[in-house]
């Protein structure tokens, strides 16, 4: 499967941007889907993650509450609405996904074998 991100920008705090994963070669039902992110000279961190076929979502502490993912199956696109974005939300995001992976591991990169391209988000304050 080959993943797309797309959406990101430069924004202010407060504002609020929706990231796009597009996903082309495999439908991605049974795909569990993460969103990361990576600040610059920090790690890899995961954001929120979309459990397989199922509503089960999942999110770190930092962005929850703020941060939303979903799916849209018929367009094969699973999305990250980011609300009331904070400086600190800066970095490229990216998309993953894996077929395989077990609940806990769902928050480790490592883990996924999928990977799109990072987009961009800065956020100014």
């Known amino acids: 499967v080959q993943l797309q991100a797309s959406g990101g920008g430069l924004v202010q705090a407060g504002d609020s941007l929706r990231l796009s994963c597009s996903a082309s070669?495999?439908?991605?039902?049974?795909?569990?889907v993460g969103w990361f992110r990576q600040a610059t000279g920090k790690e890899r961190e995961f954001v929120a993650a979309?459990?397989?076929?199922?509503?089960?979502?999942y999110y770190a502490d930092s962005v929850k509450g703020r941060f939303t993912i979903s799916r849209d199956n018929a367009k094969n696109t699973v999305y990250l609405r980011m609300n009331s974005l904070k400086p600190e939300d800066t970095a490229v995001y990216f998309c993953?996904?894996?077929?395989?992976?077990?609940?806990?591991?769902?928050?480790?990169?490592?883990?996924?074998?999928?990977w799109g391209q990072g987009t961009l988000v800065t956020v100014s304050s």
């Open positions: 993953a996904a894996d077929r395989s992976l077990i609940m806990s591991s769902i928050t480790g990169p490592q883990h996924y074998d999928y």
């Open positions: 070669g495999r439908t991605l039902n049974g795909y569990t």
């Open positions: 979309s459990w397989r076929s199922s509503l089960s979502t």
